[in-house]
């Protein structure tokens, strides 16, 4: 267990989050007194995306790709020609 007084801890934040999330808790001091524990909250690891999952459930009809009437190119700023 890491102790820790406030000043170190907020000047750097971020690298002690890492720890953090890597299962390590800190004692979180004021004046060398013991204030606060700070350590990782169970079953908050983030899974990894699975890719295709939604796949078959999207489906892009052909008029999707064909060129957009004048009054829509107009109102998105492009020129037709």
Known sequence: ???LNVHEAKTNLSRYLRRIEQG???LLCRHNRPIAEIRPLPGVQ???RVFGLDQGTLVVPPEFF???DDETLEYFGGVRG
């Open 66 to 68: 064909e060129p957009l």
């Open 1 to 3: 267990m890491v102790r």
């Open 46 to 48: 983030k899974a990894g």
């Open 24 to 26: 390590e808790t800190i």
